[in-house]
């Protein structure tokens, strides 16, 4: 969809798909920001900015999208103030969830403890939600800045500890307070 350094063209509003928002290091490396799904903007930061773009936007399946040109964007947020109040309320939202992704890599000293925030962060179960991780393990490491290989250790690890039941309705969290643990250092 674009690129991370490209001068931004507009927003896009997936229809219908996932699109995955990843930056990338020099040296190659590549953080998960984040998923965007059926409803969700993608490619607002840069729009409302002007600033080149943050990270790549990717579509992970097949993703239909309505696409708004950024000048056009813009007048229409000049034009409709309750619109622009809803595009920063989306725009704090972004910067919390992104904030939130700092602090867990950053505080974090090691990748049990990142993994664990990771699945305690889940929503809990009796929610709306369902129990199913929509992410890889390769995805999930990403996010949590460590390898696909260390990430499914990890899992096998929390499998084997009774912390986490990995089956066809997805996973579960068997043991919050052993995570919460892991957590507490």
Known sequence: MFFEGDKPSGVFIVNRGRVK?????????????????????????????????????????EVSCNFIPREEFLQFLREHGDAAVQMAEILTAIYQSILHQVRCLGLSTSTAEKLARFLLDLPPEGTESTPQVPLTHREIAGMIGSSRETVTRMFARFKREHLVEIGSAGLRITNRAALEQILAG
């Open 21 to 61: 928002l990843w930056a990338s290091s020099a040296g190659g490396r590549c953080l998960l920001v984040r998923r965007a799904e059926a409803g969700e903007m993608v490619g607002l930061p840069g729009t409302v900015s002007g600033k080149l773009n943050e990270v790549t936007a990717e579509a992970v399946d």
